[in-house]
């Protein structure tokens, strides 16, 4: 039973650990009922093999969902987000990202930088509410059906009062 005003982040069953290849089947059958275009097999193959920081959610033992971090130098670029449908609105997602970012912070990484669609509400405010800016555009960026989306670019600082936009 789940108590009024609790998150995820009240359960102890909820653990946050770094994703190996062997979690890939957990890993794409979220990614097919979270996206519309979800990477394949080997976009997420390629993750692994290029040392990006993959880590997962799970409740129980069971994935609710990670995210893909690559860095380069002193910025961190998150590539995926994704958490399963069915679960949303529990606090995965944000506390997903709250681990890269006190990770990036304490690896001492400037700043983490994302694309987001436009038309996507749930990622932009999660993003917002956690301090991210908008720092530009990417026109046409993502699939979108016959055409394309145009990406939002957003930004947050890990080193303190300097500006992410720099
Ligand atoms: C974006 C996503 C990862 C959020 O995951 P989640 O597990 O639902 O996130 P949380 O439960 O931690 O919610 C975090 C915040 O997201 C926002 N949010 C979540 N669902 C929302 C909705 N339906 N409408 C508006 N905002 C929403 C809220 O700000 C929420 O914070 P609050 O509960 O304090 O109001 C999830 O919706 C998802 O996987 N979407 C599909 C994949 C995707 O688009 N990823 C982002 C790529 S850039």
């Known amino acids: 039973m789940r108590l009024p005003g609790r998150t995820a982040e009240h359960y102890p069953a909820v653990r946050v650990r770094p994703l190996v290849q062997g979690d890939l089947p957990a890993i794409l059958d979220i990614e097919h009922q979270g996206y519309s275009h979800p990477w394949s097999e080997g976009v997420f193959r390629d993750a692994f093999r290029s040392g990006y920081q993959v880590i997962g959610i799970e409740q129980a033992g069971r994935l609710e969902g990670y995210a893909v971090l690559a860095t380069l130098f002193d910025e961190a670029h998150l590539l995926n987000l994704c958490t399963r449908p069915a679960s949303r609105g529990l606090g995965y997602g944000r506390r997903l990202l709250r681990e890269l970012l006190m990770d990036g912070a304490r690896r001492g990484l400037q700043r983490l930088v994302l694309e ?43 080193a303190g009062p300097a500006d992410p936009t720099a």
């Open 116 to 158: 987001v669609r436009v038309s996507n509400q749930p990622a932009r405010h999660l993003y917002q509410s956690e301090g991210f800016v908008v720092v530009g555009k990417r026109p046409g960026y993502y699939p979108d059906g016959a055409g394309r989306e145009d990406a939002v670019v957003m930004a947050l600082g890990l």
